[in-house]
């Protein structure tokens, strides 16, 4: 029997509570697809932060490369700015383990309703690869004559040859596993340099998958194709800002951020890949035990698929599937009345 050793770290506000029922799914996948889970659990937070000054202890990156994974909940709390919880944990880990992909993959669900109401789930079924180890979020920049009236800042993106073309490179190999259409999202118009650079690169790799669709589009053009013909998308990559804009618009035309699941991969398998949902720790309704847990336990499916348990990783998309189909138990977002332990146990029963 395959065992994997699994970090967890359920940070804040409603991460807590998704971490949760995810781990209860995962655990009862464990059981009926024959494999072992070893969970270890992290305080690192925000909380953690406010008590010791750092929201993970100086060898937290050591400590987390012996595992096969990490399934993360979410970061970030009112009290503590989002830049510190960012580049505390999050960034940290991504750079570390090189997991240059962020994978989120985006579907219409039965039982819930797309703002793009009327079209059907085949309509509806792209992956937004997003570049995760550079781009625009850089720490290169700085503020100058601070409090001064010519006070400035500047802020640096960094683009490099290896990070794009191996990220565009991956979006091309998931093509080949999907509908072979991969879009680009560029803004060569505005952006002068580092977006041509992008574009160049797109270019070179898409060369080499002549049986591969490959086009590409400005951002702002692409949001509103997103909206309007999401039929047309299958494979979606770009930079680490634009990635990250798009899967949330993404998940929005979807059911919203509490489904919407994402994997930040180390492909090589050279380091542990982490999993987490799009959404964030949800302040305005944290500790009220409403929040949707089902992009939480698609993230953990994700990670199933990456230990090597497809089948376990398909079964419990399937026993998702079935919940949402059956439109009983729906916490709040989706319009239903159910908690998240409620909608958290009925997956992990019809698993
Ligand atoms: P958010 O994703 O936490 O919330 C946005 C809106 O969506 C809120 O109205 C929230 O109630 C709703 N929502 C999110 N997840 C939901 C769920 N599972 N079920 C039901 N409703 C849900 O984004 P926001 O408000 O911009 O950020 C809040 C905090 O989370 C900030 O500190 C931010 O930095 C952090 N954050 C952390 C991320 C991470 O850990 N990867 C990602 C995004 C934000
Ligand atoms: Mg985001």
């Known amino acids: 029997m395959s065992t994997y050793r699994v970090a967890s770290i359920p940070g804040d506000g409603i991460g807590v509570d998704v971490q949760r029922e995810a781990c209860k799914v995962l655990d009862t996948a464990a059981q009926r697809f024959g494999f072992g889970l070893e969970w270890t659990e992290f305080d690192w937070s925000c909380e953690r932060y406010a008590e010791t000054g750092a929201m ?7 400590t987390l490369r012996s595992f ?9 709390f009112p009290g503590v700015p989002d830049h510190v919880s960012l580049w505390g944990l999050l960034i940290p880990v991504r750079r570390a383990f090189e997991q240059y992909v962020n994978l989120r993959p985006v579907r219409l669900l039965p039982g819930t309703t797309s703002a793009l109401a009327g079209r059907g789930a085949d309509e509806l079924e792209m992956v937004i690869v997003r570049e995760n180890s550079e781009g625009e ?8 004559n601070a409090g001064r009236p010519g ?18 490179r991956y979006a091309f190999e998931l093509a080949r596993t999907r509908q072979r259409r991969v879009c680009s999202a560029t803004k060569s118009n505005g952006i002068i340099h580092t977006m041509p650079f992008w574009d160049e690169i797109f270019a070179e790799v898409a060369a080499e998958y002549p049986d591969v669709e490959a086009e590409q589009m400005h951002i702002d053009a692409l949001a509103a194709r997103m909206v309007q013909r999401p039929d047309l998308l299958d494979v979606v990559v770009g930079s680490n800002l634009f990635g990250d804009i798009l899967s949330d618009l993404a998940a929005a035309v979807t059911g919203g951020l509490g489904m919407a699941p994402s994997g930040n991969l180390n492909p090589e398998g050279e380091f542990p890949s982490m999993f987490e949902a799009v959404h964030g720790s949800a302040p305005d309704i944290a500790g009220q035990g409403i929040a949707n847990p089902v992009a939480q336990i698609l ?3 994700m990670m ?24 009983e138990v729906l916490t709040p977002d989706l319009g239903g009345g159910a908690t998240t ?10 698993l």
Do not use: C, N, W
Request: aromatic share 4%.
């Open 299 to 301: 993230a953990a499916a």
């Open 68 to 76: 096969d994974a990490v399934l993360l909940g979410a970061i970030g």
């Open 56 to 62: 993970m202890p100086a060898d937290g990156i050591a």
């Open 151 to 168: 006070e400035f800042v500047l802020q640096e993106s960094v683009f490099t040859r290896v990070g794009v073309e191996r990220v565009v």
């Open 137 to 144: 979020y850089s720490e290169v920049g700085g503020r100058h």
């Open 304 to 327: 199933l698929d990456q230990l090597g348990e497809k089948a376990a990783g398909e079964a419990v998309r399937g026993a998702v599937q079935s919940v949402l189909a059956a439109s």
């Open 341 to 350: 332990a409620e909608l958290g146990s009925a997956v992990a029963e019809a």
